[in-house]
């Protein structure tokens, strides 16, 4: 159980392009959902807590405007990069926590997607 | 605020050697404290966990003690094998942060067989 995925799992995109990039909880509703930004042989930078139904809280310094994020249901939500530039190439990872299983087991705990590699050119 | 400070690596073992990663951390509260694995090219994946002092958090060989006296979880494992090769990240949620996790900067373990 608490699995999560991520779609793609890799992109390519030209500059100036958007790219959506989406993070499902596959067998558990997620009250909240984190987007996080690495960079090569870096620890995770925390972008934005996302709980369902409302506006994401990001972090400081990251534009809002950017990086747009939807939680619209308790097993998905996304992030967008609008007007994708090279310096926003990096591995992009959602993770998920909170809600109930099918067989009434809470978590509390986050679990994280795979993560999606982005490289704009 | 919260944050979380690892050992610097990498760090080379031959297979079958000791493992020490330290982990220290600075909080407020009570908070829980964890060990995640990041494999190449993948996403994270939580190796053990302890939510209160004195708690031993064990997984797969590694082993994790939270000790509140020295603000300290560092990570062990008796006997290191090729496949444990990755990075490793110690984590803490505090009670007044909303659920989100404090990263430590990532130590990277490689093991030659």
């Known amino acids: 159980g608490a699995v999560v995925s991520q779609h793609p799992s890799w992109v390519i995109c030209k500059s100036g392009t958007s790219v959506k990039i989406e993070c499902r909880s596959l067998?558990?509703?997620?009250?909240?959902m984190f987007w996080y930004r690495q960079f090569p042989k870096q620890s995770l930078m925390l972008m934005a807590t996302?709980?369902?139904?409302?506006?994401?809280?990001?972090e400081q310094g990251v534009e809002k405007d950017k990086f747009l994020i939807n939680h619209a249901s308790l097993t998905l939500s996304t992030l967008t990069v609008t007007s994708a530039h090279p310096e926003d190439s990096s591995f992009y990872i959602c993770?998920?926590?909170?809600?109930?299983?099918?067989?009434?087991?809470?978590?509390?705990?986050?679990?994280f997607g795979p993560g999606t590699r982005l490289t704009v050119l | 605020g919260n944050s979380v400070t690892q050992m610097e690596g990498p760090v080379t073992l031959s297979e079958e050697a000791f493992l020490t990663i330290n982990c220290t951390y600075t909080?407020?509260?009570?908070?829980?404290l964890f060990w995640y694995v990041q494999y190449p090219g993948e996403g994270l994946q939580l190796l053990l966990k302890?939510?209160?002092?004195?708690d031993k958090g064990s997984n797969k060989g590694f082993e994790a003690t939270y000790r509140k006296e020295t603000t300290s979880f560092h990570l062990e494992k008796g006997s290191v094998q090729v496949s444990d090769s990755a990075v490793y990240f110690c984590?803490?949620?505090?009670?007044?942060?909303?659920?989100?996790?404090?990263f430590g900067q990532g130590t990277e373990l490689s093991v030659k067989p």
């Open positions: 993770s998920a926590r909170g809600g109930w299983t099918s067989s009434g087991v809470s978590y509390n705990e986050q679990f």
């Open positions: 067998d558990f509703q997620a009250t909240t």
């Open positions: 996302s709980n369902e139904g409302s506006k994401a809280t990001y």
């Open positions: 909080a407020t509260g009570y908070p829980s």
């Open positions: 302890a939510t209160k002092a004195d």
């Open positions: 984590a803490l949620s505090g009670g007044n942060q909303g659920g989100k996790l404090i």
